[in-house]
């Protein structure tokens, strides 16, 4: 299970980033969260990225401390926040552009689905993320200047915007 | 422990003529008084901008901040106010905007931003927690909002930073340019545009990496968790997240308030055609927030422009709505929206723009404004291509529009005609509500510390109708109903009080002023849960107070008296010819005379009198009042 997104619902209000760092380090900060919300002025799009919590975890392969494992009791990736030396491998590695690292501790800021029960889907006020085991493509463009979580944000966002031109004509 | 919590605790002072930055600690005494936001801002303002400087010159300053809730999740609290002497009005100039960019400022180390001297050649400023950065902008100068923006974005390669443009009308020196925050929120009152581009700087770019840490976490929670079960029940919610403002369009025609065909008619016969509610079904796509809003308004829409061309647009308020139809008499939608779209993109005011092009289209069709002065423009009302290109014109200062770029009060005195049908107060152009429907509205226009605006006081509660909840608010029963005059210099000073203080912790009025949900005891609340010092009811209460007055002291030095705090005189003497408020005029004096009184104004002068400026602690500004010869009672 992973949190999942229904882009047409996000308002792309950040709420879910403010209370994932809260939950997680106590303190506010989109810059600290494990829900990373992808947004683009110019084509109107409002993407939230999640940790998918691959099966083939790539984060997990590259990590050269074997810090990224998967619990297979919990099923989902985890960090053994001790054997991580902060090499970034694993943000280049995921296939979502979804990774980033805490800008304090240079560690990967992975979601834990909070245990079971995630603040973002709590907090979320369009009711936009929700628990699924449905995984994302893989579909990324590279060559995007604003970043491979960029790149993945509109890929999925002119999936939808498909069906909304469809639906206004 | 001498930490801010909440805060970042500093004022970024940028000095454009020397290139160099300066960071200032924000004081305990300064947040205790004004908070942040449009508090801080004018208190800075006040002792820092004296008369005499010239609004477009290198000594006046753009003051930008945000509060100590931007960057927490409480929801609803991340806008910025932009404050500077104004080059329209000549007074006090102050816009405010939401959007992502208080927040960033935050996460940046931030809490105000103020730009001093001009730079010489154009700049964009970019700022991140390790540096303030002047870049080159020429290659970006004169291109409008929305292609400046993608140009940035395209150089710092970062879609986190938050970008706030000035666009071409403000370079050209239109008088009311706005500061676009995201590309479609300006801070477009009152010219803050053109003073940031007077000082050649056409954008500021924030990037932080910082958090912001509240003092009590738990009260912190749990107030949050009690503010949010109270938006989600409220009955304002839903058409809030569905239409935003935009709902007021038809709404208002029920009652007869808006600004028809420059305010001749109150009510209009094409309101659906127009309407919030029309835009839901056909154009709207999803809706859009600001930083830490669970009551998104804003919505991203579709329309197709005149020539065919679909487009995927966002925003669009009630008064950008109005502006581009009602009040120019135009009944198509598609068109209204298209020329919204120019005249953010041209980035500038739309209800100043509004009034100016009804202005004319009113004296043209009274055979007042000739095709020859227009220079062969038809402005027939909803003649939506003479429209398009006179914004253009207007941006561009060129042919007729130049006329119309200093606003109305100018526009008329350089004409010679139409000063009676110039709709402004203090030279700031009257929003889309007709006062003669809206009274306690009315009299928030005419004593506003910014000019005909309703943000100042925004009395929503007086469309409620309803006698029980004036007697018990302010012992007067018409207090709370729209045409009403007992009770409505309470009702405005009571509401002014509020906004300034909702203005000065950058929360949105949505949450606090139009829902009524944060009250002056969850504002204690509030302050003392995020910043760790103990707010008192009271203390918090003589917060917005102070703000009010020591505006009022700022326009007082200006000049400003009670004879300034007038209506124009259609208002005063032409009954609404029709709708639901049919044969009202707006009563102001005897307002107005309540208004003083409660105010501890001198009612002969509107100064404000000593006795009040010592109560909150505004004892130096009324010694600068008597230096300068002001007479206090």
Known sequence: ???????????????????????????????????????????????????????????????????????????????????????????????????SLNPNSLKPLICDLCGGSPECIKRCPTGALFLTSEVMSRDVEIDDPLGRDHAKAVIESKKFRKVWVARNE | MNRLYGYAGKTLRIDLSRKEVKYEELSKELVRGYIGGRGINVRRLYNEVPPGVKPLGPENKLMIATGPVAGTGFPLGTRVNVSAKSPLTGILGDSNAGGHFGSEMKYAGIDQIILEGKSQKPVYIFITNKSVEFRDAEGIWGERISKAYEQILREIRDYRAQIAIVGPASENGVLFGGIFFNMVRPAARTGMGTVMASKNVKAIVVRGEGYVEVAKPREFEALVEEIEREVYAHDQ???????????????GNKIGMLPGFHFTRGEVDFAFEVSGELMALKNNLKTRGCFSCIVPCSRVFAFRR?????????????????????????????????????????????????????????????????????????????????????????AYRRGFGSLLSEGVARAAEKLGRGDEIAFHVKKLEMIQADPRALKGYGLGFAVASRGADHLRSEPFIELSDDPELGRKMFGEPEATMRLGIRGKGKLVAYYENICALVDSLEVCKNLAENMDILDYERTSKLLSSITGMSFTVEEVKDIGERIVNLERAYLVREGIRRKDDVLPKRFLKEPMPNGKSKGHVIELQQMLDEYYEIRGWDVRTGIPKEGILRKLGLEDVAEDLKRRNVELS
């Not at chain 2, 919610?237 to 709404?251: H, S, V």
């Open chain 1, 1 to 99: 299970m992973h949190v999942g997104v229904d882009p047409t619902r996000c308002s792309g209000c950040r709420y879910c980033e403010l209370w994932c760092s809260y939950r997680h380090e106590g303190f506010f900060s989109p810059y600290f969260s494990r829900i990373k919300v992808v947004k683009d002025e110019v084509l109107k799009i409002d993407f939230p990225l999640t940790c998918q919590q691959c099966e083939d975890a790539p984060c997990a392969k590259v990590c050269p401390t074997a810090a990224i494992y998967i619990d297979e009791d919990a099923g989902i990736v985890k960090l053994n926040e001790e054997l991580c030396i902060g090499c970034g491998s694993c943000v280049s590695a995921c296939p979502y552009g979804y990774l």
């Open chain 2, 237 to 251: 919610y839903w058409p809030r997240r569905i239409m935003g403002t935009t709902r007021i369009l038809l709404a």
């Open chain 2, 306 to 394: 005149s020539s065919g061309e679909g487009r995927v647009s966002e925003g669009l308020e009630y008064e950008a709505l109005a502006g581009m139809t009602v009040r120019i008499g135009n009944r198509d939608l598609n068109k209204g929206l298209e020329a919204v779209e120019l005249l953010n993109d041209l980035g500038m005011d739309v209800i100043t723009t509004s009034e100016v092009i009804s202005w004319a289209m009113e004296l043209y069709h009274r055979g007042e404004l000739s095709d020859n002065e227009t220079g062969g423009l038809k402005l027939e009302w909803g003649d939506m291509e003479s429209v398009m290109e006179l914004i253009e014109q207007i």
